[in-house]
């Protein structure tokens, strides 16, 4: 069982930046892939961005490429997303989650665990 715990989300205007955390309960999250997928209201859950366990394996969404970054610090338990250069369309919770297994995965029914969400809003 894997605890994840997100945070740094907000609200900024268009253009502004923020690094979302995700903090794992356990020091076997480096054996897990990560995602981060959002949700906005009255929409789908969509994938955003996955990294592999060992952070050398990355996709992202078309919407967020050159935009967002995803990592990993297996040391700390933790990923993280930068996002810049946000939009109002980017508002959303935004969601981490983590299975087990290589590679990268990219639609939520391949994971596992979730967290609990932190919400970014995007003022015009």
């Known amino acids: 069982q894997v605890q994840l715990v997100e945070s740094g989300g907000g609200l900024v205007q268009a253009g502004g930046s923020l690094r979302l955390s995700c903090a794992a309960s356990?020091?076997?999250?480096?054996?897990?892939?990560m995602g981060w997928f959002r949700q906005a209201p009255g929409k789908e859950r969509e994938f955003v961005a996955a990294?592999?366990?060992?952070?050398?394996?990355?996709n992202y969404a078309d919407s967020v490429k050159g935009r967002f970054t995803i990592s990993r610090d297996n040391l700390k338990n933790t990923g993280y997303l930068q996002v810049n250069s946000l939009r109002p369309e980017d508002t959303a919770v935004y969601y981490c989650?983590?299975?087990?297994?290589?590679?990268?995965?990219?639609?939520?029914?391949?994971?596992?665990?979730w967290g609990q969400g932190t919400q970014v809003t995007v003022s015009s």
């Open positions: 356990r020091r076997t999250f480096s054996m897990y892939a």
């Open positions: 989650a983590a299975r087990g297994g290589g590679g990268y995965y990219t639609s939520k029914e391949q994971y596992t665990y």
């Open positions: 990294i592999s366990w060992s952070g050398d394996m990355r």
